[in-house]
T-cell receptor, first 113, second 111 residues
Framework: ETGVTQTPRHLVMGMTNKKSLKCEQHLGHNAMYWYKQSAKKPLELMFVYNFKEQTENNSVPSRFSPECPNSSHLFLHLHTLQPEDSALYLC????????????FGNGTRLTVT | DAKTTQPPSMDCAEGRAANLPCNHSTISGNEYVYWYRQIHSQGPQYIIHGLKNNETNEMASLIITEDRKSSTLILPHATLRDTAVYYCIVRDTGTASKLTFGTGTRLQVTL
């Protein structure tokens, strides 16, 4: 148990579907992150939220839309994805402003058909 | 881009110490060294971090050279469950505090 819970664990969606990934952290942190891990590639940072405000968008296509309603919850809304978007999507949280580490969830394995 | 260099793979016999090296020759004064590991199909797990002093916790020890240009993660008694990809990351806590992952070291612990 990492204190960061992601749902669903697995998701299969068609290219015309709309779906959302959910992340919840129980650690009292004030920063949250989305990372993408494609097969045989390093983890790639997608978005950073600090005190519910988006502070970084790492040139992510608009078919990925993040939402951070409060410091404990983070969503990634997906629409009109491509097969190459199939990957493990990881959420993390940390206490911003300190050297405290990021804590990761176990990810959502997304397959786009 | 990742600011660290690690060997792509290492082997270690179960029960022996696993010493994983990392080079970070361009590290700046306010950057910490973090170590994570990732077991297949799980999220990265935090292991340890340090600035300039050696650090030890229940999982591992971190040895940082005096010039801070390299470090070694030590798993004192490796088990089969320590088989994973280990990532060494330098992180500036004065910015957005993001972690930039490289390709890591794949550690295989064998009987």
């Amino acid at each position: 148990e990492t204190g960061v819970t992601q749902t669903p664990r697995h998701l299969v969606m068609g290219m015309t579907n709309k779906k959302s990934l959910k992340c919840e952290q129980h650690l009292g942190h004030n920063a949250m992150y989305w990372y993408k891990q494609s097969a045989k590639k390093p983890l790639e940072l997608m978005f950073v939220y600090n005190f519910k405000e988006q502070t970084e968008n790492n040139s992510v296509p608009s078919r990925f839309s993040p939402e951070c309603p409060n410091s404990s919850h983070l969503f990634l809304h997906l629409h009109t994805l491509q097969p190459e978007d199939s990957a493990l999507y990881l959420c993390a949280s940390s206490q911003e402003g300190l050297s405290s580490p990021l804590h990761f969830g176990n990810g959502t394995r997304l397959t786009v058909t | 881009d990742a600011k660290t260099t690690q060997p792509p793979s290492m082997d270690c016999a179960e029960g022996r110490a696993a010493n994983l090296p990392c080079n970070h020759s361009t590290i700046s004064g306010n950057e910490y060294v973090y170590w994570y590991r990732q077991i297949h199909s799980q999220g990265p797990q935090y292991i340890i971090h340090g600035l300039k002093n050696n650090e030890t916790n229940e999982m591992a020890s971190l040895i940082i050279t005096e010039d801070r240009k390299s470090s070694t993660l030590i798993l004192p008694h490796a088990t089969l469950r320590d088989t994973a990809v280990y990532y060494c990351i330098v992180r500036d806590t004065g910015t957005a505090s993001k972690l930039t992952f490289g390709t890591g070291t794949r550690l295989q612990v064998t009987l």
